[in-house]
């Protein structure tokens, strides 16, 4: 195969379908090779990414450009520098989840709707999709890897 495509393949299982603030996510890593494979190590990752978007005025013209900006990563090593072995290996996994609290509502009435209006905007938190990240790295060619959405709520 050309530069590891097609070379195997990872699937990540987790035991829920949602997580919530705190709570331990626990899955596994499926590897499954269709030859031996030196690589640099097996790993995932549990992230969050947020789109930031700016816009700049120049000479009367308005630019616009975005960038991602990854939050809160935990990373986990399942294994390291070896020969892996054709055929499939699991890998068991937890992370625990942080507790990202949710801005105040400052209170109730008219004052406390505005609150939570400003606050929604002001969350670092807004926005944020949530990731799981496991590649196996393979030394001078594409990485075998497979990248999962999470339901986190808070």
């Given at each position: 195969?050309?530069?590891?495509?097609?070379?195997?393949?990872?699937?990540?299982?987790?035991?829920?379908?949602?997580?919530?603030?705190?709570?331990?996510?626990?899955?596994?890593?499926?590897?499954?090779?269709?030859?031996?494979?030196?690589?640099?190590?097996?790993?995932?990752?549990?992230?969050?990414?947020?789109?930031?978007?700016?816009?700049?005025?120049?000479?009367?013209?308005?630019?616009?450009?975005?960038?991602?900006?990854r939050i809160m990563a935990q990373e986990i090593k399942l294994d390291s520098e070896k020969e892996y072995p054709a055929g499939s290996k699991d890998y068991d996994f937890s992370f625990q989840l942080p507790i990202v609290q949710k801005p105040g509502s400052g209170g109730d009435g008219i004052f406390g709707a505005i609150a939570g209006i400003f606050s929604s905007m002001t969350d670092p938190y807004a926005n944020v999709q949530w990731f799981l990240d496991s590649s196996l790295d393979l030394p001078l060619s594409f990485d075998i890897s497979k990248k999962q959405r999470v339901n986190f709520t808070r």
């Amino acid at each position: 195969m050309v530069l590891g495509i097609g070379e195997g393949k990872i699937d990540i299982i987790t035991e829920k379908q949602s997580y919530a603030n705190g709570e331990l996510l626990k899955g596994k890593v499926m590897l499954n090779l269709n030859s031996a494979k030196k690589a640099k190590g097996l790993r995932i990752q549990f992230y969050g990414e947020r789109t930031e978007r700016k816009t700049h005025f120049s000479g009367g013209r308005s630019h616009s450009s975005s960038s991602t900006v990854r939050i809160m990563a935990q990373e986990i090593k399942l294994d390291s520098e070896k020969e892996y072995p054709a055929g499939s290996k699991d890998y068991d996994f937890s992370f625990q989840l942080p507790i990202v609290q949710k801005p105040g509502s400052g209170g109730d009435g008219i004052f406390g709707a505005i609150a939570g209006i400003f606050s929604s905007m002001t969350d670092p938190y807004a926005n944020v999709q949530w990731f799981l990240d496991s590649s196996l790295d393979l030394p001078l060619s594409f990485d075998i890897s497979k990248k999962q959405r999470v339901n986190f709520t808070r």
